[in-house]
């Protein structure tokens, strides 16, 4: 893939930092869903505490929220750990850049 040209090498620095953006998009679509959905059990959970109910019907709702809310802190690390090796190999790609230009 590599051919040593300059042109060539400013052109995939260009590209790398596309895909970063792209990734950072892909990560916020992902966490406004999350949020919708744990707003969502959460709403679902205090209609359902304000009227009279019986006990295990506010249990089941609990136990929806609490894993909303575990399932919102794992995508969130997900989310992190990619953003970091994304930026870890764009870094990576950069600086191999700018050594080929050095060497060109």
Same mark, same amino acid.
């Given at each position: 893939?590599? *051919?040593?040209?300059?042109?060539?090498? *400013?052109?995939i620095g260009s590209i790398?930092?596309?895909?970063?953006d792209?990734?950072?998009k892909?990560g916020? *679509?992902?966490?406004?869903l999350?949020?919708?959905?744990?707003?969502?059990s959460?709403?679902?959970?205090?209609?359902n505490?304000?009227?009279?109910l019986p006990?295990h019907?506010?249990?089941i709702?609990?136990?929806?929220?609490?894993?909303?809310l575990i399932?919102?802190?794992i995508?969130?690390?997900?989310?992190n750990?990619?953003?970091?090796?994304?930026?870890?190999?764009?870094?990576?790609?950069?600086?191999?850049?700018?050594?080929?230009?050095?060497?060109?």
């Amino acid at each position: 893939m590599y *051919k040593g040209k300059c042109a060539n090498d *400013k052109y995939i620095g260009s590209i790398t930092r596309y895909n970063l953006d792209q990734e950072r998009k892909e990560g916020k *679509k992902k966490l406004l869903l999350l949020m919708l959905s744990s707003s969502l059990s959460l709403s679902l959970w205090w209609g359902n505490r304000s009227r009279v109910l019986p006990h295990h019907h506010i249990y089941i709702h609990r136990l929806i929220l609490i894993l909303t809310l575990i399932l919102i802190l794992i995508f969130n690390i997900n989310i992190n750990i990619n953003i970091n090796i994304g930026i870890g190999i764009g870094i990576n790609v950069n600086t191999m850049i700018i050594m080929s230009i050095r060497l060109c």
